[in-house]
């Protein structure tokens, strides 16, 4: 199911995948999403609820896996991956696309007015608190503390976010 909200500007030249297995899909108020991003229908059954004033910015992929959830005015840079899925690959004596998927470590949760930088990837596990700043080409899986400034892979607290003096 897709449900998307008369406010939110979708480019053309986006690509958002329905569920044909009953995945819902929702966009909320206010949400922009540029050119070339992909939401996925893939890799799980889990939802992805995009809420209010989200940006989403050119070439950034969404998978559904194992859920996503954006809080309020999240920003995501160009070329994010968010990957709330794993492959299973225990069995060494079957090939690893057809082990499946692993379970869930429980999708992916940005809360309210985040902010990831370009080329981030976050991966199922993931909860970034509110208020958080992800650096440029990190790699996210894990809890990130609200109001913190993380970076690298994996991502690690550099410093906090303060009001000016």
């Given amino acids: 199911m897709l449900a998307i909200s008369p406010s939110a500007q979708i480019s053309k030249l986006a690509d958002i995948e329905d569920s044909v ?15 070339f991003v ?7 059954m889990g939802d992805v609820t995009i809420g209010p004033n989200c940006y989403i910015n050119a070439g950034s992929v969404l998978y559904s ?13 160009a070329n994010c991956t968010l990957a709330p899925t794993n492959h299973e690959y225990r069995d060494p004596d079957v ?26 990837v976050l991966l199922d596990g993931t909860r970034i608190g509110r208020g958080a700043i992800v650096g440029a ?15 690298g892979n994996p991502a690690k607290v550099l410093k906090w ?4 003096a």
């Fill in 137 to 151: 080409g990190s790699v996210v899986r894990g809890e990130l503390p609200a109001y913190s400034i993380s970076a």
């Fill in 38 to 44: 992909k939401l996925r229908v893939a890799g799980g």
């Fill in 95 to 120: 090939v690893i696309r057809k082990q499946g998927f692993a379970p869930s470590r429980g999708g992916i949760v940005v809360e309210d007015d985040v902010w990831i930088g370009a080329n981030s």
């Fill in 161 to 164: 976010r303060k009001k000016p």
């Fill in 21 to 35: 297995r009953g995945t819902k899909i929702t966009i909320g108020d206010g949400v922009f999403i540029d050119s």
């Fill in 65 to 77: 896996g194992n859920g996503i959830t954006l809080g309020e005015y999240v920003l995501i840079a």
